[in-house]
């Protein structure tokens, strides 16, 4: 069973940090791309961030310059470093991988979310 074990999100004023961990738990060959989506209250969820296998990374226009995606390979660990939070950022965030099972086959993971909460 494969699961994505998230943690950090909370409440913080505007201009303040937070930083989100997500960790592919669980029995699998590897992990592929992992991603941090978000979803805002009334609103769609959207992609924040991306992080391929391979170290290419790729970040929403509203986050460039503000959020920081990295990996921690041996760990199966993602993180999302979000500095100069905006109260526009507060949504729950959802960890996403893609992870290749004992079978061979690639399948797509989503993480129980995390609430992050900017006030102004």
């Known amino acids: 069973q494969v699961q994505l074990v998230e943690s950090g999100g909370g409440s913080v004023q505007a201009g303040g940090s937070l930083r989100l961990s997500c960790a592919a738990t669980?029995?699998?060959?590897?992990?592929?791309?992992m991603a941090w989506y978000r979803q805002a209250p009334g609103k769609q969820r959207e992609l924040v961030a991306v992080?391929?296998?391979?170290?290419?990374?790729s970040y929403a226009d509203s986050v460039k310059g503000r959020f920081t995606i990295s990996r921690e390979y041996a760990k199966k660990t993602v993180n999302l470093q979000m500095n100069s939070l905006k109260p526009e950022d507060t949504a729950i965030y959802y960890c996403?991988?893609?992870?290749?099972?004992?079978?061979?086959?690639?399948?797509?993971?989503w993480g129980q979310g995390t609430h992050v909460t900017v006030s102004s």
């Open positions: 996403n991988a893609d992870v290749v099972r004992y079978d061979g086959l690639e399948y797509h993971y």
């Open positions: 669980g029995s699998f060959l590897s992990v592929n791309d």
């Open positions: 992080s391929t296998r391979g170290g290419s990374t």
